[in-house]
């Protein structure tokens, strides 16, 4: 069976990674699964070394990070759809599997091919509204491809004038009904609400994570910042690949606390504190909670999993984006993170902070017996998730 597998075109490694543990993890054992990969020209060659097959499309759209005009959002538009047909007649899918591709309905529903959705909280939110902040976006719509990402999502901006007269708009209205959703966390933590339609159409995968290791240099760089900074605890501060939230005085907090601290956050502070923080864009996010104390991160949907796995408090920041905040908030609900609220929803955030900080260091920060709970559900949804059913629902 063929299966076309397409991730969300600008959402960098973030929506590319669950799918390619998907393969990797749940369907290459399978032999009747032939999966091909709709990916830019540099992911290709990744996937090639991995044994990967990959659609020979450099499925990329090159536009710089400034204010789009109707014009060049609408010629992106049709650039993509030309390649995921073109992907569709090269494939032949009997299954279509995607990570926020909005416009995989067009060659999804519109063929009449069944359609695999990985699908997280921010899509069928469940928090309770006295949670819920009226000036939140998603994260699509915010970060390093703001412009981009807005005009993707929303999908009345992207060029479809005379929508009523074009019958491709009803098929991009499907894009949060696919036939079959997985959902890569656990029940727990990423509730379905009371009312949510067809909930035996979901599935959980449990975190779809690489559980990566450093390089012999970066182990090598990490030993020795480490050894240097041996009597400090370690405190490990990110915002992702995508957010730009500034995290500047945090880093400046630790410093003069006599923390150690590492962080994939590029700024100035980096340089002026050679010897106390340890930067790098890219960490094996896995190992760097393992040999951290505490961490700090924007709640990103795989970020989030990575202390619960390694039973290390952490706090989550505000980024303005109700996907990751209300998982933050759940977390919170549950005793296993705390959260500091961004600037713009509470102005009393830092003294908020400082709270935390102060209860991490008494050890009250967390309810670890919570946490244990939540490391063997993650375990036994990731053991008990079987691709075959979930793609057998989406073929019946």
Known sequence: MNILTIPYVVGGLSHF?????????????????????????SIQKFLMMQGVQSVPINYDYAIEDT???????????????EMEKEAYDKVKPS??????????????????????????????RSID?????????HSIQKGHYNEKSRFILNLSDVGLSNINDNPDFYFLQQYVKPKVKIIPGIPTIESLPENVADRDSYFYSGPLLIMDKPSKDLSSRL????SNNKEKPVVFITTGTIDRTPIENFLKFF??????????????????????????????????????????HQCGSGMYHYPIMNKVPSLTMGTLCYDREDIAQRLQELGVSGHIPHPDDNPNYWDIFLEMINRFEKNTLIDFDMMNRLRL???????NFQMEEVVQYALA
């Open 377 to 383: 559900e993650i375990n036994e949804t990731s053991l």
């Open 95 to 124: 299954l279509i599997i995607e990570d926020n591709s909005f416009l995989s309905p067009l060659i999804a529903e519109k063929n009449d091919i069944p359609r695999i959705s990985i699908q997280r909280t921010g899509t069928f």
């Open 67 to 81: 204010s789009l005009s109707f014009e060049n959002v609408s010629n992106m538009r049709e650039c993509l759809i």
């Open 223 to 226: 030993d020795e910042f480490l």
């Open 255 to 296: 410093v003069d606390r006599n923390y150690a601290v590492i962080t994939t956050c590029d700024c100035k502070l980096n340089e002026v504190y050679k010897q106390e923080i340890f930067y790098n864009k890219l960490l094996p996010l896995n190992h760097i909670c393992g040999i951290s104390n505490l961490v700090i």
């Open 17 to 41: 990674i669950p799918l390619y543990v998907l393969q990797q993890r749940y369907m290459r054992r399978n032999a009747e699964f032939k999966n091909v990969f709709l990916v830019n020209s």
């Open 129 to 137: 509204e006295r949670f819920r902040k009226s000036n939140h976006v």
